[in-house]
C-alpha cells in the first residue's frame, strides 16, 4: 500500500469523492448507489479503510429500513420488492440481543437521518434495545415528518432538527410535550424547525449560542403564554420563521421575546385578521435596526368593513434602517398600493435589493411613469415584482429615458389580458431599464409573451446595429 493511504486527511478526500459517484439511473433508496458500492468494496479491502469507508457508508439513511438491513434474520424481507410495514410487521419477533448489537453498529455511525410516519411499524422490533439507550449518539441532522417515536430519533448530538406534522391536523396532545422535552436535551441546535414548543422550551433555545434559525409550523395545540415567564435575547438569532393558521401565536412570541441580532423574518398565514395587523406590527418594530429581509404571506385577509389592507403604511411607520429585501404577498385580496404610497417606499428604504407586492387588486394603481420615478430612489435595486396599469401608458415616449442600470428581474402581473400596446411597454423596458431582459412570469403564464418577444426584438436589433 502506498504511504499516502495512510494519512486520513488523504484517504478522507479520496473517499467523499468516490461516495459521490453519481447513479447511471435512477435507483430506489433501498438499492446502493455506485458510491455507496465503491464504499462497500473499500470497507471490505483491509483494516485501514474499514472505519472510514463505514463511516461514509452510513453517514446519510432514508428511513430505519436500510438499517435493519444489517441485521442477518431480516435482511430477505428488508430488501424484497413487496416489503412493506404495516402497524407491526406480522409474524417478525422483535431483535435478539446480538441483533441489537449489530443495529447499534450501524445506527452509531449515522449523521443524517430521515424519518416518515411508514417508519413508525418498524419500532416494535427495537423494543429490545433499552429506554436510556441512544440510538444515534452522533447524529446531526434530522427530517422526522409525522413519527410517534419522537423519543427513539431525536438525539441530544442534533445540530439541524426538522420536524413536521400536517398544518390543517391537531398535533395529537402527548406529542408537544415528548418534542418539548427532547429538544430541551440538544445544546448544539444550528436551525430548528418544528411545532410550537413549550415556553420553557423557548427558554432553553434562548441561551443556545449556536442556534441561529428557527422556523415554526402550525400553532393548533400551542400552549398558552405563562406571563411569569423571563427569558434572555436570542443573542444571536438571525432567522425567524412562522407558518400558521393566524399571525397571533408569531405576534406572542415577538411581545415577550427579544431578538436583537434578527436579520430574516417570514410569516405565511392562512387569514390575516384586522384586528391582529397593528399588534403584530407593533411587536415586530422590535426588529427596526437589524432586519434586512422580510416577508410577509397571507391567503386571505379579513376586515368587517371589506376594506384593503394598509401594511405599507405600517411598515413605513417602523423606520427599518436594514431592510434590504421585502416582500408582501396576499393570494386573496388586495394591498392598498398607488404612485405615491410606491415612491414612500422606495424613498424610505433606498438600500432595498428586491421588493415584491403580489395581490389581486382588479384595477392596478400603480402606472410605468410611477414605477420608473419610484426606483430611482433605489439606484441597487435588483428584482421588482408587483402589479401594474397596462392600459394607461404614461410615459412620453419622446422623454429623455433616465436609466436604472442595476434591475435585472422584472415580474410584473395585470388583471389585463391581452396586454394593450405591447410595442410601447417593450419600448419602455428597453429605454428605461437596459439590464431586463424579459419580463419574468410563472410557469404556464403567458400574459407577457407578446411584450417579451418584441422586447427580444429591439435587444436583437440593438446587438446587430
Known amino acids: 500500500m502506498h504511504r499516502a493511504l495512510l494519512v486520513s486527511d488523504v484517504l478522507l478526500y479520496i473517499f467523499t469523492y468516490v461516495e459521490q459517484l453519481p447513479p447511471t439511473i435512477y435507483t430506489p433508496s433501498v438499492t446502493a448507489s455506485p458510491g455507496q458500492k465503491c464504499l462497500a468494496s473499500l470497507a471490505a479491502t483491509c483494516n485501514a479503510f474499514y472505519e472510514l469507508a463505514m463511516d461514509l457508508l452510513w453517514a446519510d439513511i432514508y428511513g430505519v429500513k436500510p438499517l435493519l438491513g444489517c441485521v442477518t434474520r431480516l435482511h430477505p424481507l428488508v430488501y424484497s420488492s ?3 410495514w404495516g402497524p407491526q410487521p406480522a409474524g417478525v419477533e422483535p431483535l435478539s440481543a446480538d441483533e441489537a448489537r449489530q443495529f447499534l453498529r450501524h445506527s ?7 424519518i416518515e410516519l411508514s417508519d413508525d411499524g418498524a419500532v416494535p422490533l427495537l423494543s429490545v ?21 419522537l423519543e427513539l430519533f431525536l438525539s441530544h448530538t442534533l445540530r439541524d432538527c426538522y420536524v413536521y406534522y400536517d398544518p390543517e391536523e391537531v398535533i395529537p396532545v402527548d406529542q408537544l410535550p415528548k418534542l418539548s422535552d427532547r429538544i430541551r436535551l440538544c445544546n448544539q441546535l444550528v436551525t430548528l424547525s418544528c411545532p410550537p414548543l413549550d415556553w420553557a422550551t423557548w427558554k432553553h433555545l434562548s441561551t443556545l449560542p449556536t442556534l441561529v434559525k428557527i422556523e415554526v409550523r402550525s400553532s393548533l395545540g400551542a400552549p398558552r403564554w405563562v406571563e411569569e415567564q423571563h427569558l434572555s435575547p436570542f ?6 420563521s412562522f407558518t400558521d393558521s393566524s399571525a397571533a401565536y408569531a405576534t406572542t412570541v415577538l411581545q415577550h421575546m427579544q431578538f436583537p441580532s434578527l436579520e430574516s423574518f417570514w410569516i405565511d398565514v392562512k387569514t390575516l385578521a384586522s384586528t391582529e395587523v397593528e399588534p403584530f406590527f407593533r411587536a415586530l418594530s422590535q426588529c427596526k435596526q437589524t432586519l434586512e429581509t422580510l416577508t410577509i404571506m397571507w391567503e386571505e385577509y379579513n376586515d368587517p368593513q371589506h376594506r384593503p389592507l394598509t401594511a405599507i403604511p405600517h411598515l413605513l411607520s417602523l423606520s427599518f434602517t436594514q431592510l434590504r429585501s421585502l416582500r408582501l404577498r396576499s393570494y386573496d385580496s388586495c394591498i392598498y398600493l398607488d404612485n405615491n404610497v410606491l415612491l414612500e417606499v422606495m424613498s424610505a428604504w433606498p438600500h432595498l435589493q428586491a421588493l415584491h407586492i403580489e395581490e389581486c387588486a382588479i384595477s392596478p394603481s400603480v402606472t410605468f411613469h410611477g414605477l420608473l420615478t419610484a426606483i430611482r430612489q433605489c439606484p ?9 396599469d397596462t392600459v394607461n401608458i404614461d410615459v412620453d415616449p419622446d422623454a429623455e429615458p433616465i436609466q436604472h442600470t442595476f434591475l435585472q428581474t422584472l415580474r410584473l402581473e395585470t388583471p389585463e389580458s391581452p396586454i394593450g400596446d405591447a410595442e410601447a411597454i417593450a419600448r419602455i423596458i428597453f429605454d428605461w431599464l437596459p439590464c431586463v431582459y ?3 412570469q410563472y410557469i404556464g403564464e403567458s400574459d407577457w409573451d407578446e411584450v417579451n418577444a418584441r422586447l427580444a426584438s429591439l435587444l436583437c436589433d440593438c446587438c446587430t446595429a
Open 235 to 240: 443573542l444571536y438569532l438571525t432567522s425567524l
Open 380 to 388: 441597487r435595486l435588483e428584482a421588482l415584482g408587483m402589479l401594474i
Open 438 to 440: 424579459q419580463v419574468a
Open 108 to 114: 452509531t455511525r449515522v449523521r443524517s437521518l430521515v
Open 129 to 149: 434495545i433499552p429506554a436510556d439507550v441512544c440510538l444515534f449518539p452522533r447524529l446531526r441532522e434530522l427530517r422526522l415528518s409525522g413519527s410517534k417515536h
Open 82 to 84: 413487496l416489503w412493506k
